[in-house]
C-alpha cells in the first residue's frame, strides 16, 4: 500500500518564498477540476460582457437602415439569453471558485500550524508569538484575498480581450493593430511599478510584524507596567512600531496611487483615440464602416482598457498578496525543525536517562552551555539540579526532554540513544510542571485532560484530589466546568499552579520535570504545592530545577552545575558535609 501523504506536507513542499506566482498556481492546481469548473462558469457569465457591444452594433445599423423590425426582435432575444444565463452561472463559479480559495486558506494555516508543531524550540525562542500569530491569520487572509480581488477581471480581462480580437478581426481586421497597443503601454505600467513594488510591500510587512511583536509585548509586561507606572514607556513604543507602520504604508499608498493614475490616463488616451480613428474612418471613406461598428469599436476598446485598467489597478493586492506567500514561506521552508521522521517510536518507557559526556553550544555563542555532562539517572530516583543562573540548568532539562540535540556526546533513554528516537512518542510518557503554568482559554477539565481525549470523571477527579486542587474545584460555582480565562487569568498562581500537577498526574508519567515548580508561590500555596508534588513524584523518575534549596533537601540526590559542568553530585548531608559549592550556597539562603 503507498504511502499517505497529509494535506500539510502536500501544501507545504508547494510553497516557494523565491516563486511565490509558481506557489499560488500550484496550490490552486491542487484543485484542478473546480478550477476548471469556475473557469467554464465565468466564460459562460461574461458572455454579455462581450456580446452586448454587437448587439448595439446591429440595434444601431437596424435604426440606421430603418429596419426589418424582426432583426430588432432577434438582437433583443439574444440580449435576453444572454442576461439571463449570467445569474446560474455566476453563481456556479461562486460556489466553485470560492470553495477552493477558502480551501486554499484552510490548508495554508494547518500546513503552517502543523510546521510550527516540529520546528525546533529554537526557533520558538527567536520567533515572537505576536509575528507567528501575524502569519497565521494576517498573510493567508492576505492570499485568500488576493485569490478573491484579483481572478475576477484577470479573467474577465482575458475573455473581453479574447472576443473583442475575434470578433474585431472577423468584422474589421485593420483595426486589430490599434489594440496591441494596449499591450506594451500595459507591460511598461507594470514594469514601473513591479520594480519598486516588491521592496515597499516587503517594508511594510515588516513593519506590521514589528508592530504586531511591540502589541503582544504589551499585553504581556502590562502587570509589570501598572506595577511600576511607566505606561507613558509602553505607549511610545507601540507607538514607534504604529509609526512604523504608517510610515511604510504611506509611501506604498503613494507608490500605487501614482501607478493607478498613470494607468488609467493613459488607457482613457488610448480610448478616446480608437473612437476618434473609427469615426474618421467611417467619415473619410477609408475603410468600410458602419455607424454600428464604430460603436462596437468603441465599445471594445473601452472595455479592453477597462478590464486592463482594473487588472493593473490591481497589481498592489497580488503584489500585498505574494509578499504573504513569501511570508507564509519563511516558516514551512524554515529548517530548524526536531527531526522525528523515519527513526523508532516508543512503546514503553522506564524512566532511565543517562547523559554520556553531553553538551550544548547554542548557535553563534562562543562557550559552551554545557560541557561534558556525565550521569546516570535511575527508574523512580529524583535528582535535583543546582547553581547561579547560568549554570545550565534549564539547558540540561530540554536536553533530557529532546527539545535541544547535544552538540556534543549523548542522551540515552532506557539505554537507548535518543538521537534514534522519536520524541514525540517519549514525551507521551513525560509530563512537565513548569514555574509558570501554562492554561488556555477554557473549562478546568479541559485544561487538565487536554489532548488525552477521553477520560473517566473518576480519573480527573482522582489527579485533582491527589493534586490538592479538589476542593477548589467543588467550591466553583460550575465546578470543573468553570472557564479559566486566556493563561488561566481567573485563578491565582496557586491555584494555576495545583491544576498543572493535576494535568500531570492525569496523564501517568514515567519521567517528571520540575522547573521551579514552587518559585513563584506565596507561603500557604507553596505547602498545597508541595504537598501534591510529593504525591506526583511517587514511583517516578523525576528531575528538579530549583533555585530554593530547602525544596529539594529530600532529593535522592544533587547535581551542582558552574559554567555549564557538573561540580558536585550527592546527597543533601552529604553536599553539606563536603563544605563545597552547594554548601556555600545553602549557607547564602540562610
Not at 497565521?136 to 484579483?150: A, K, S
Not at 480608437?274 to 473601452?302: D, E, K, N
Amino acid at each position: 500500500m503507498g504511502r499517505v501523504t497529509s494535506p500539510s506536507r502536500s501544501v507545504t513542499s508547494l510553497i516557494d518564498g523565491q516563486r511565490p506566482l509558481h506557489s499560488v498556481l500550484a496550490l490552486l492546481g491542487m484543485h484542478k477540476v473546480r478550477v476548471a469548473g469556475a473557469v467554464g462558469c465565468f466564460v459562460l457569465k461574461e458572455t454579455p460582457v462581450w456580446l452586448l457591444p454587437i448587439i448595439t452594433a446591429g440595434v444601431v445599423d437596424v435604426v440606421v437602415a430603418g429596419g426589418p423590425l424582426s432583426h430588432l426582435w432577434w438582437w433583443a432575444a439574444a440580449a435576453f439569453v444572454a442576461l439571463v444565463q449570467n445569474y446560474p452561472n455566476h453563481l456556479g463559479y461562486t460556489r466553485l471558485f470560492m470553495s477552493v480559495v477558502r480551501q486554499v486558506g484552510a490548508d495554508l494555516r494547518n500546513a503552517l500550524t502543523a510546521r510550527l508543531q516540529t520546528l525546533s524550540i529554537g526557533f520558538h525562542t527567536r520567533v515572537s508569538a505576536s509575528v507567528v500569530q501575524t502569519k497565521v491569520v494576517r498573510d493567508v487572509e492576505n492570499i485568500e484575498l488576493m485569490l478573491q480581488q484579483v481572478t475576477h477581471p484577470l479573467l474577465s480581462a482575458s475573455v473581453v480581450v479574447t472576443a473583442a480580437v475575434v470578433t474585431t478581426a472577423i468584422e474589421v481586421p485593420l483595426f486589430l493593430p490599434v489594440y496591441a497597443l494596449t499591450i506594451p503601454l500595459a507591460i511598461a505600467l507594470r514594469y514601473m511599478l513591479m520594480r519598486r513594488s516588491r521592496a515597499y510591500n516587503e517594508a511594510f510587512r515588516r513593519q506590521v510584524e514589528v508592530f504586531s511583536a511591540r502589541v503582544g509585548e504589551m499585553a504581556t509586561l502590562m502587570p509589570i507596567t501598572r506595577a511600576h507606572g511607566i505606561e507613558s514607556t509602553a505607549e511610545r513604543r507601540v507607538a514607534e512600531g504604529a509609526e512604523g507602520v504608517r510610515s511604510a504604508g504611506y509611501e506604498l499608498d503613494v507608490l500605487n496611487g501614482r501607478f493607478a493614475s498613470l494607468s488609467w490616463v493613459g488607457l482613457q488616451l488610448l480610448g478616446a483615440g480608437t473612437l476618434i480613428l473609427a469615426g474618421w474612418a467611417a467619415i473619410s471613406g477609408w475603410a468600410p464602416i458602419t455607424a454600428g461598428q464604430v460603436v462596437m469599436l468603441s465599445s471594445y476598446f473601452a472595455l479592453i482598457t477597462g478590464g486592463v485598467t482594473q487588472v493593473l489597478m490591481l497589481i498592489p493586492v497580488g503584489a500585498r498578496g505574494l509578499e504573504s506567500v513569501r511570508s507564509v514561506a519563511e516558516v514551512l521552508q524554515e529548517p530548524d525543525l526536531e527531526d522525528n521522521a523515519g527513526k523508532a517510536s516508543v512503546g514503553r518507557v522506564a524512566g532511565r536517562v543517562r547523559f554520556d559526556g553531553a553538551g550544548y553550544r547554542y548557535p553563534d555563542s562562543a562557550t559552551s552551555a554545557l560541557s561534558d555532562v556525565d550521569l546516570e539517572i535511575a527508574p523512580g530516583e529524583t535528582v535535583a539540579f543546582v547553581g547561579s543562573s547560568g549554570s545550565g540548568k534549564s539547558t540540561l532539562l530540554n536536553l533530557a526532554l529532546g527539545f535541544l540535540r547535544p552538540t556534543q556526546g549523548r542522551i540515552l533513554l532506557d539505554g537507548v540513544d535518543a538521537a534514534t528516537l522519536d520524541l514525540r512518542t517519549y514525551r507521551r510518557w513525560v509530563s512537565v510542571v513548569p514555574q509558570e503554568s501554562v492554561l488556555f482559554e477554557g473549562s478546568i477539565r479541559d485544561n487538565v485532560t487536554y489532548g488525552l481525549g477521553e477520560v473517566s470523571d473518576e480519573r480527573v477527579w482522582q489527579a485533582l484530589r491527589d493534586a490538592n486542587a479538589a476542593d477548589l474545584v467543588a467550591g466553583l460555582p460550575e465546578g470543573w466546568e468553570t472557564v479559566v480565562g486566556e493563561r488561566g487569568a481567573r485563578l491565582s498562581g496557586g491555584q494555576r499552579q495545583r491544576l498543572a500537577i493535576a494535568r500531570a498526574l492525569v496523564r501517568d508519567p514515567k519521567l517528571l520535570l520540575l522547573d521551579e515548580a514552587t518559585s513563584a508561590l506565596d507561603p500557604e500555596s507553596e505547602g498545597l504545592v508541595k504537598e501534591a508534588l510529593a504525591r506526583l513524584m511517587v514511583g517516578r523518575t523525576t528531575l528538579v530545577v530549583a533555585h530554593r534549596l530547602s525544596t529539594i533537601r529530600s532529593a535522592d540526590r544533587i547535581v551542582v552545575l558552574e559554567a555549564g559542568r557538573v561540580i558536585e553530585v550527592g546527597s543533601h548531608a552529604e553536599l553539606l558535609s563536603a563544605r563545597g559549592r552547594y554548601a556555600a550556597l545553602h549557607a547564602a539562603q540562610g
